[in-house]
């Protein structure tokens, strides 16, 4: 019996080609797995995608129900647990505040206040400001929510989402008028998103609030879907300014995606 116990004390130390602890990596791959899958999924497709043979897979779901990570439904497939919900809140919070020596960069190069934002469940929410350091001045409350159909944010995140995901989803949160500019048609916002999608950046022309324009670009390869984002009067962020900003949104979001990656895997 001691033998045993030492034995599976040893497979469970096993290191990764990385260094790490491979029955860590597994574990939070197959989290990933799931998000990926829509948070439930049945053991046989974990099997499938990962490769893990099945008793490996039930081995550390059981261990990850256990600790409050996973829970298993009464259809027997395994979703994605509550105690996930508080880590992802507050590394949402660190994202943000992470995020702001990029946002200060924006501010100084622009003028103009800068925001980080991200996609949670059906809703935008703000992670992150810097404020313009003019008198005349745009301002979001960080952990504001709104809807994605009328902010430059909203635009930038669901730019590469397939269309009739964005069908769903405008049709779970309806598209309430913010101005007299909003888009309030399904049709017109996937027209505004192919437009994103030509341009590389997205635009808020007096939709959210009159007298506000706002451009936004998606960061790449977040593990979050995230977007950084200036606003301010309409006077200012014209046409013109606007050839000159885009750049420089576009270069900051490349600095932090990459400031994201290397805090991964490897670094």
């Not at 893990?52 to 990570?69: E, N």
């Not at 669901?158 to 913010?178: F, K, S």
Request: proline share 6%.
């Amino acid at each position: 019996m001691p033998t045993s116990s030492a034995s599976t004390t040893d497979a469970a130390k096993t290191s990764a080609p990385s260094g790490g602890v491979q029955s860590l990596e597994r574990a939070f791959d197959l989290l990933e797995r799931m998000a990926d899958a829509g948070g439930e999924v049945g053991l046989s497709e974990l099997s499938a995608s990962s490769g893990l043979p099945l008793p490996t897979i039930h081995r550390l779901m059981r261990t990850l129900v256990s600790c409050g990570y996973v829970r298993q439904q009464p259809n027997r497939r395994y979703a994605l647990g509550p105690r996930l919900i508080r880590l992802g809140e507050s590394a949402s919070r660190l994202l943000g505040t992470w995020a702001r020596p990029y946002l200060a960069r924006l501010v100084e190069e622009t003028g103009e206040t800068a925001n980080m934002a991200l996609l949670d469940g059906d809703e935008i929410v703000y992670v992150a400001q810097v404020p313009s350091k003019h008198s005349m001045r745009m301002f979001t409350e960080v952990g504001r929510r709104v809807l994605p159909h009328s902010t430059g944010v909203g635009k930038a995140l669901l730019a590469h989402t397939p269309a009739d995901e964005v069908r769903a989803l405008l049709a779970r949160t309806g598209m309430p008028a913010a101005t007299e500019k909003t888009i309030t048609t399904a049709d017109g916002f996937l027209d505004a998103l192919d437009e994103v999608r030509r341009l590389g950046y997205a635009v808020d022309d007096n939709e959210q609030e009159i007298g506000v324009r706002c451009l936004a670009v998606s960061v790449p390869n977040s593990p979050t879907a995230a977007a950084i984002s200036i606003s301010g009067p309409a006077g200012r962020v014209t046409e013109a300014a606007t050839d000159k900003i885009v750049p420089v949104l576009q270069q900051v979001a490349a600095e932090l995606s990459e400031a994201l990656a290397s805090s991964g895997p490897g670094a």
